[in-house]
């Protein structure tokens, strides 16, 4: 098997994408070394699932099952396999890279090369945390004087994370990386200067870059946009000309029914004289709803009052009561969908828990997220909301299900408007964050899962207005392409917050396969 090593692994979908990969024979074609994660909740994720990888699938244990399904607890099943659990602690490192009084370089150095023990080829992969490339992150980090807010911007350490992933390729050669970020990457700046032109050269000399002479300062690679490129060009053509926005890759081009957009390079080391396929694209868009619509239906949570199946009802049947409906900026047709769906709430469903039996065969990636050994779904509960809340959520989906589309606030009720100084102005030119309530569109990918659905969900509005809720970890997971039996650690919050950050796990499979027929030329 070819090593891999991931860098900022997260919960681990790129990896996961990689340790996917078989042959014909079905036999796992790479193999993760090594996985480096600071967070302490992220990590148990990724020690459980390296834990699942050291069993073939059908040798996984029943008690894996018995820890998902909430009947026995972590500590008790890694004590019933602790060959297991030593390997996959010894994969699964909890560790800080970029921060050498935390984590020593030559600690790092030392697990690279007991993976490695002196493989010809191998696979780095991984991203430096985005928060500081993204637009959002930007804009957070931005007080109201602009000035101290770009002072604070570029002295964010998290700009040059990069360069932990650099001196490691500088020291250590790989064979071929892959590199993912936000795309917010393209536009961010320190010092006036782009950071995008500076990474780029970075990876093409990393020893240089970096400023360490040793046995790999002539170390140069080829990087490669993956979506975008001419793979027809011979080995000799200048591939830095490619555009930055050429590295931009778009998951609903690669069956991920997400429209999640993010930066993704892949480096050869020039040496190889190799050069990747490019990812395939699909016309068929994959929608949100064929990914979730097996799981079980939920209610929402009643976060400021005693929760019962009767008290949600009534909480959203105050609607039609508080005469919102009358309001004349409702569409007609909205609203007499709304009375309709109004009529056909149940006080049966429940907010769902950690674990529910049922049965479940997804509509699409049936094979790929669906293990049947579970008997049930994890992850899958519900959050709390307001009754005001509440109300935005069913009249935005029931708008969803009559116009395909998720709608502006200026077409709602200004009853139903957030009490919130960004959308105090009535005129719809006036406002600002016009889209706070998003409701995914049932035939359409979902739009991008980001760590902000941790936060409060309205962006995230579940498209059955009868569910009247935003979407639930396991859904949010669905909708990355993690596989069911793949369970997330910690509060719920941390939940959503490593769904989100995570690159699909079906897509880096994709690129797996790119990566694994570039190595395989010429054998």
């Known amino acids: 098997?070819?090593?891999?090593?991931?860098?900022?692994?997260?919960?681990?979908?790129?990896?996961?994408?990689?340790?996917?990969?078989?042959?014909?024979?079905?036999?796992?074609?790479?193999?993760?070394?090594?996985?480096?994660?600071?967070?302490?909740?992220?990590?148990?994720?990724?020690?459980?699932?390296?834990?699942?990888?050291?069993?073939?699938?059908?040798?996984?244990?029943?008690?894996?099952?018995?820890?998902?399904?909430?009947?026995?607890?972590?500590?008790?099943?890694?004590?019933?396999?602790?060959?297991?659990?030593?390997?996959?602690?010894?994969?699964?490192?909890?560790?800080?890279?970029?921060?050498?009084?935390?984590?020593?370089?030559?600690?790092?150095?030392k697990r690279i090369q007991e993976v490695l023990r002196g493989a010809e080829q191998w696979v780095l992969i991984g991203g430096p945390p985005c928060q500081a490339y993204s637009v959002a992150g930007r804009s957070r980090v931005l007080p109201v004087d602009r000035r101290d807010g770009t002072q604070n911007y570029e002295k964010d350490k998290r700009h040059f994370l990069y360069k932990a992933y650099l001196r490691i390729l500088a020291a250590h050669a790989p064979s071929v990386f892959v590199m993912e970020n936000v795309k917010g990457i393209l536009s961010a700046k320190v010092g006036g200067k782009r950071i995008i032109d500076r990474l780029l050269s970075d990876l093409r000399h990393p020893s240089r870059a970096t400023g360490e002479s040793d046995e790999n300062e002539r170390l140069e690679y080829d990087i490669y946009p993956l979506a975008n490129y001419d793979c027809e060009k011979n080995l000799f053509d200048d591939y830095s000309l490619s555009s930055p926005a050429d590295y931009i890759v778009k998951c609903e081009e690669h069956l991920i029914p997400q429209a999640r957009h993010r930066f993704i390079l892949l480096g050869v080391r020039k040496d190889l004289c190799r050069r990747p396929s490019k990812l395939r694209n699909y016309e068929k868009k994959i929608d949100m709803w064929g990914v979730i619509s097996d799981l079980p239906r939920l209610r929402s949570k009643l976060s400021r009052e005693e929760d019962s199946g009767a008290a949600w009802v009534a909480a959203i049947r105050q609607l039609a009561q508080r005469k919102i409906l009358n309001d004349s900026h409702i569409d007609p047709t909205v609203r007499s969908v709304v009375l309709t769906k109004l009529k056909g709430l149940s006080e049966k469903l429940t907010p769902g828990k950690s674990f529910l039996e049922m049965d479940l065969k997804s509509i699409v990636h049936n094979k790929w997220l669906h293990d049947s050994r579970i008997e049930g779904v994890c992850n899958h509960a519900a959050r709390g909301h307001m009754d005001s809340d509440l109300w935005r959520y069913f009249v935005i989906s029931c708008y969803g299900l009559v116009h395909g589309k998720s709608p502006g606030l200026s077409v709602l009720p200004h009853s139903l408007f957030p009490n919130h100084e960004n959308v105090k102005a009535v005129r719809a030119e006036e406002m600002v964050f016009t889209d706070r309530f998003r409701v995914q569109v049932k035939h359409k990918p979902a739009t991008t899962i980001t760590s902000h659905i941790g936060k409060d969900g309205h962006y995230y509005i579940h498209p059955d207005p009868l569910q009247c809720r935003s979407l639930t970890v396991r859904e949010a997971a669905r909708l990355q392409t993690f596989p069911d039996n793949y369970f997330f650690a910690g509060p719920t919050t941390a939940q959503y917050k490593q769904v989100g950050n995570a690159v699909p796990p079906f897509l880096a499979k994709q690129i797996a396969a790119i990566v694994h027929g570039l190595l395989v030329q010429g054998s």
Request: glycine share 8%; no cysteine.
């Open 1 to 109: 098997m070819i090593p891999v090593i991931d860098l900022f692994a997260g919960p681990g979908g790129l990896g996961e994408g990689f340790s996917a990969l078989h042959d014909r024979k079905e036999n796992p074609i790479f193999k993760i070394g090594l996985s480096i994660e600071k967070h302490p909740i992220a990590h148990e994720t990724l020690m459980l699932r390296s834990f699942f990888r050291q069993f073939s699938r059908k040798e996984v244990p029943e008690e894996y099952y018995d820890h998902l399904r909430g009947r026995i607890d972590r500590q008790t099943l890694y004590a019933l396999f602790p060959n297991h659990a030593a390997r996959a602690s010894k994969e699964a490192w909890k560790a800080e890279l970029g921060n050498p009084r935390a984590t020593p370089l030559a600690d790092i150095d």
